[in-house]
């Protein structure tokens, strides 16, 4: 992007993103510890210790103040805080209100991610989304949490839900996350309760403490045409809607700020001979350069996403954007390109407020067990040391001096 000059505001959020299934360890009573156990993830991957955050939080916070970090995206995980349905256990509270209160000393803001995928396990044998009480369930956790932790430790930030789409397509249609359900029906079922929970806990939250500012985590793809042809600028369309808007459309009235997590773009070809074949209508993508998860980089594409979600009229952060590149031969450039596109956009008028590179460390990549490897820092999972790569060193300048330098 060769029009790239000039700086990011001053009080722009830059930070790391992680999720705590992912990288804690131990989170014996969620849904995918249980799917883990039985063998039915992945190749039979398991999660174990993760990349052992639980233990070594202070050294990680040490990693994201050497990025010159001002603020850290992180989850709660609602299987440690509910073992039991309606039982809380304080001690998992207390954890998470010294983890709140070390980022606070330190000087980063807290954006916690209440539900990001990890069900606890006495909700996935009732039936998890499916329960037709579920959304209830969520709320129930949403108040303890807000009232035993949020309202006294100063978070101004709280992302209900991670991805809800990418969830139910992971769960209820490709089978790649527990319950692995193939079915329509439930994962319609399913959206329509996300969204039922997403404003209900809004309403509650703003009940309990005044002034948070309260949004969701939508992974959105910028989609594009390979031709000019009507038929293909339908589709992206229809895709665009459905994909990217429909979820924050029907929760704008009850939202504070759109998050974005940007990874794909999806080009769309029509053929009636593929209407044998509906998925090689998309992803059509040139994919000349790929990361080692096989997904094509186009940075372009976080500019037209964020174009697209401006018509929110709604602070935006990009919550997630990362790349999985174990030799860091392209994360830099990556990281570099994907922002020049991000100031292009606010220059355009999006009122973009942060940026929250995926991931601070290698972690445990759901389906894909820990072969991805989206961190800054290393971890040796032999030792769960962490080693900087270079691109951490590349973006701790970007946010010391909040331009591309
Ligand atoms: C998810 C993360 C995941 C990342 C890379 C995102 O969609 O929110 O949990 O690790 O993709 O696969």
Known sequence: MKEYRGSFPENFYWGTAISSYQTEGDNT????????????????????????????????????????????????????????????????????????????????????????YTLPVWLAERGGWLHKDAHRYFVRYVKFVMENLIADTDVRYLITMNEPLVYVLCSYINKKYPPQQASIVSAVRVVRKLIKAHRMSYRAIGKIKKGMRVGIAKNNTYFDTLSKKRIDRFIVFIAGYAWNRYFLN????????????????????????????????????????????????????????????????????????????????????????????????????????????????????????????????????DDYSRHPRVSARVYADICRYGKIV
């Open 29 to 116: 009573h969620s849904d995918w510890w249980e799917y883990e156990r039985a063998g039915r993830i992945g190749n039979g991957v398991h999660s174990g210790k993760a990349a052992n955050h639980y233990e070594c939080y202070e050294e990680d916070f040490d990693l994201i103040q050497s990025l010159h970090n001002n603020s850290f995206r992180f989850s709660l995980e609602w299987s440690r805080i509910e073992p039991q349905s309606g039982q809380f256990d304080m001690t998992a509270i207390e954890y998470y209100r010294s983890y709140i209160l070390s980022l606070r000393k330190r000087g980063i803001e807290p954006f916690v991610t209440l539900w990001h």
């Open 250 to 381: 029907r929760i704008r009235r009850h939202s504070d700020f759109v998050g974005i997590n940007y990874y794909f773009h999806n080009r769309i070809s029509f053929r009636w001979r593929k209407l044998f074949n509906p998925r090689t209508i998309f992803n059509c993508n040139e994919n000349e350069d790929t990361s080692d998860t096989g997904w094509e980089i186009y940075p372009a594409g976080i500019y037209y996403v964020l174009m697209e979600a401006r018509r929110q009229q709604k602070p935006i952060f990009i919550l997630e954007n990362g790349v999985a590149d174990a030799k860091d031969r392209i994360r830099s450039l990556f990281i570099m390109e994907h922002l020049k596109y991000v100031w292009k956009a606010m220059r355009d008028g999006a009122d973009v407020r942060g940026y929250f590179y995926w991931s601070l460390i290698d972690n445990f990549d759901w389906a894909d067990g820990f072969d991805p490897r989206f961190g800054l820092f290393e971890v040796d999972y």
